[in-house]
């Protein structure tokens, strides 16, 4: 599996919205675990949320339920994180990933360590 790409990183003000997005390598009619995380300064990596590309099966954390919204559009091998009411608390390094061989039952925020194949992040600040 090639790196993925992630592009849409911005600075954005309290309340604000952005939308990453993160290209993959595949075949549109393939089934894709993919995940997009967060990392910030002095902290762990947060995966944030997941999504099983064939069946549309997708997971949160709890810090971003109501507020983000993972979607994927098959037929140009792309997952994208929709973030609305951003805060402060969101600003970080934001990374997609792949988890191979997952399939809908598997493809969670709770598996977060057989995520791999990692892209170069793309940075999103949100600011009062």
């Known amino acids: 599996q090639a790196p993925l790409v992630e592009s849409g990183g911005d600075s954005v003000q309290v309340g604000g919205s952005l939308r990453l997005s993160c290209a993959y390598s595949?075949?549109?009619?393939?089934?894709?675990?993919i995940g997009w995380f967060r990392q910030a300064p002095g902290m762990e990596r947060e995966a944030v949320a997941t999504?099983?590309?064939?069946?549309?099966?997708?997971t949160y954390a709890d810090s971003v339920k109501g507020r983000f919204t993972i979607s994927e559009d098959k037929s140009k091998t792309t997952v994208y994180l929709q973030m609305d009411a951003l805060k402060p608390d969101d600003t970080a390094t934001y990374y997609c990933?792949?988890?191979?061989?997952?399939?809908?039952?598997?493809?969670?925020?709770?598996?977060?360590?057989?995520?791999?194949?990692w892209g170069q992040g793309t940075q999103v600040t949100v600011s009062s």
């Open positions: 595949g075949s549109k009619y393939g089934g894709y675990c």
């Open positions: 999504t099983y590309t064939h069946t549309g099966t997708k």
């Open positions: 990933a792949t988890a191979p061989g997952k399939t809908r039952w598997g493809c969670a925020v709770e598996n977060a360590r057989d995520f791999g194949d």
